[in-house]
């Protein structure tokens, strides 16, 4: 299982970084995906890494506001989130996955690591 945390309140415009951590596995074996559950919505890939952390990709939604990344040392992967808007507000995830592809595959390849998940809200 991995723990997210780094949610939080936050108005339009501004920035948060989650992060996503591992306890008694090394989480640089695994790629790795961010999704995100709104209210009343199906939960959705955000964002995802690769293993060896060349490969990433985004939601055209958080193209160029968000930013994935790896800490080895920390043994966490992150998501910087800049530019904030209300419609980012949702429960933030991550989980393992099997292989970082194309975002609407991601659902399909995600294993069962699912955490608590942390809630993001953006909101003047």
């Known amino acids: 299982q991995l723990v997210e945390s780094g949610g939080g309140l936050v108005q339009p415009g501004g920035s948060l970084r989650l992060s996503c951590a591992a306890s008694?596995?090394?989480?640089?074996?695994?790629?790795i995906g961010w999704f995100r559950q709104a209210p009343g919505k199906e939960r959705e890939g955000v964002s995802c890494?690769?293993?060896?952390?060349?490969?990433?990709n985004y939601a055209d939604s958080v193209k160029g506001r968000f930013t994935i990344s790896r800490d080895s040392a920390k043994n966490t992967a992150d998501l910087q989130m800049n530019s904030l808007k209300p419609e980012d507000t949702a429960v933030y995830y991550c989980?393992?996955?099997?292989?970082?592809?194309?975002?609407?595959?991601?659902?399909?390849?995600?294993?069962?690591?699912w955490g608590e998940g942390t809630l993001v809200t953006v909101s003047s």
């Open positions: 989980t393992a996955i099997e292989l970082c592809g194309p975002i609407p595959t991601m659902m399909y390849y995600a294993i069962d690591w």
């Open positions: 890494i690769s293993s060896s952390g060349v490969t990433t």
């Open positions: 008694g596995f090394t989480l640089d074996l695994y790629a």
